[in-house]
């Protein structure tokens, strides 16, 4: 078995390090210089017509993009019971709604009030910011994790997706998303992707510029 992900640090690739570190399958890592336009060149865009990252192949036989989808099939395919709940176990539909929210809501959401978008809550899925706001707390609840004690690869998606909105100030740091994130980060395997992130950032002068 053999999973390649296409990546960039300064990407949501860098998020889908966390992922394959939390799920411990073996991976390899093929860096696209985005800067050099590798990402959109006629190779490329066979496997990803959007030209984005993060993009993955397994087996050289399938190909995946979108994030979250990348998540959620990593851990149904590799650790169904661990990282995701099993079909007939109804914490599945708590982890389904917060992994599809995180990329349909909070995105949109936080990227619409940060650039002062003008538009009618009731006619987008992402609703007013305030109402986002409340709902993420919601979501996280008393915690630990979105399933309670069950950590889940829909924590990625969602701790990661709060984690870079809070990083480049698109979301007010309510202390529940802080301490939510500041759990998140402690995780060994966080740590870890830090690093190998950390480490592509050199390998690739990504530091100097
Ligand atoms: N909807 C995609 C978004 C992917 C995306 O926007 N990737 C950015 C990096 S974080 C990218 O590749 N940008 C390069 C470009 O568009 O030129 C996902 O969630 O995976």
């Known amino acids: 078995m053999s999973i390649k992900l ?5 990407s949501r690739a860098a998020n889908v390090v966390v992922m394959l570190e939390e799920l ?8 696209v210089n985005l800067m050099g ?9 066979a496997l990803n017509p959007m030209g984005k990252l993060p993009t993955i192949v397994i087996d050289d036989e ?18 169904l019971g661990r990282l995701a709940p099993t079909l007939d176990d109804p914490r599945r539909a708590t982890y389904l709604r917060w992994f599809f ?13 940060s650039s002062k978008y003008e538009y009618r809550a009731s006619a987008v899925g992402w609703g007013t910011y305030d109402e986002m706001l409340n709902t993420i707390e919601a979501a996280i609840g008393d915690g630990p994790w979105l399933l309670g004690d069950m950590f889940t690869m829909c924590d990625v998606m969602f701790a990661g997706t709060l984690n870079y909105m809070l990083q480049f ?3 007010d740091a309510r202390p529940a998303y802080l301490a939510y994130v500041d759990r998140f980060n402690a995780r060994p395997a966080v740590q870890k ?5 950390g480490q592509a950032i ?5 530091d100097k510029k």
Request: proline share 8%.
């Open 24 to 31: 411990g399958e073996p991976y390899a890592l093929e860096h």
């Open 193 to 197: 992707a830090a690093a190998i992130n």
């Open 101 to 113: 929210y995180a990329p349909s809501v909070i995105e949109p959401g936080c990227a619409a009030h």
């Open 6 to 10: 296409y990546h960039h640090p300064f």
């Open 202 to 206: 050199k390998d690739h002068g990504l």
């Open 37 to 45: 336009g590798a990402h959109k060149t006629p190779e490329f865009l």
């Open 62 to 79: 399938v190909v995946m993009t979108e994030q979250a989808a990348i998540g959620m099939y990593l851990a149904d395919r590799y650790a």
């Open 169 to 171: 100030k698109m979301l």
